[in-house]
């Protein structure tokens, strides 16, 4: 018997056959930065002739360091000549790459991580992203409180948030961080599965001591939780009491999952190259009253998903780690280590409260008593023509406090702290 043309079914226009996953329907727009980019729009026209100067950004300014850029002329070169052309790399990333990683970010420093527990992406963002998929959807997450907040939106897309109350996802436990608990989070109340930690930390840019990270490593052992370690500012830490990897605690290579990244290390937040550690004693429950190695499931999805960062920016990435490459990023961190403390101690001049700029790229200042994250945001912009971000755009607890950032140049970064002076 003839079929029926399909063009004979009923109207699918009509019937609404496919339904968006409506857990993307319920995040939560992120007005923050729209907002202030409305602000200070309207500010540049009332006044335009003031130079706005903005703190509140979170890009590197400084170029691509030498030893980065003849790596990548040299990878192109590679590329013209069919005897060193590269196609398709493996999905975990080039093994000259991983070996770089695992003999000088974590060899070096006495952790037993090996190359092929490293997998190469392109960038921390997405791999913070796409790691929580590979968990049940029904795992618990926490998070800190202010937060990065592509581990809350990540999860709130996988349907783990629950709804949306008074400012807060009503499945997820959060963790306060205000300088009441000297920005340190207390272990929860009730067992979460997945454990978002982020140091040092965007935004407050503080660092948990090594004793307060061991803390944290002896509950997910205990408690068999899983840690999601987002370390994307390590190369900013200069305290010796803050661990560089998480792995330098004893059994967090059995908890934690590590993220890292080359955008602020070494500039490469438009050449996108960055690394996820998942190491091989790392395990969780297969459902079926068994384990399953992470480290598995997560080469899986990536070898379903991902066909690896490019050829010419993993020679790019590797670069880093040559003598000179290590000498010349050095040189342009420390430019924005200077801006950092140049504007904390502006800030602390003018009797505020600051913390983070030390160990990290970000500065978060205490607002003066009774006003709030938008007040001292708009009294900056007012009267100085500058820019800073709420901190209560990174959570509830992110009230009362701004952030500023020290990846402006050197000379704007002066600009603006001479006009705090005159405020
Ligand atoms: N994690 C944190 C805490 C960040 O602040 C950022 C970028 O601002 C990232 C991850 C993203 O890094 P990437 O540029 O590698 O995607």
Redesign the pocket.
Known sequence: MLQAPIFNLPKQAEVHVTKVNGNFLKLQSNYLFVDIARKVAAFKEKHPEKRVISLGI??VTQPLVPAVISALHAAVDEMAQSSTFHGYGPEQGYAFLREAIAQHDYQKRNIAIKADDIFISD????D?GNFQEIFDSEAIVAVTDPV?P?YVDSNVMAGRAGTFEDARWQRIIYLPCTKENAFVPELPKTKPDLIYL?YP??PTGTVLPKEALKTWVDYALREHCVILY?S??EAYIQDANVCHSIYEIPGAEQVAVE?R????TAG??GL???YTVVPESLQVQDGKGGNVQLKAIWNRRQCTKYNGCPYIVQKAAASVYTQEGQQQIKNVINIYHNNAKSLAQALQAMGLEVYGGVNAPYIWVHVPQKSTSWDFFHQLLEQAALICTPGVGFGKSGEGYVRLTAFGSKEDTAEAIERMRKL
């Open positions: 979170g890009d960038g921390a963002k997405s913070l990065y592509v982020c930390n965007n987002d994307a500012y993220f990244s080359f955008s602020k490469f937040t996108r190259c960055a």
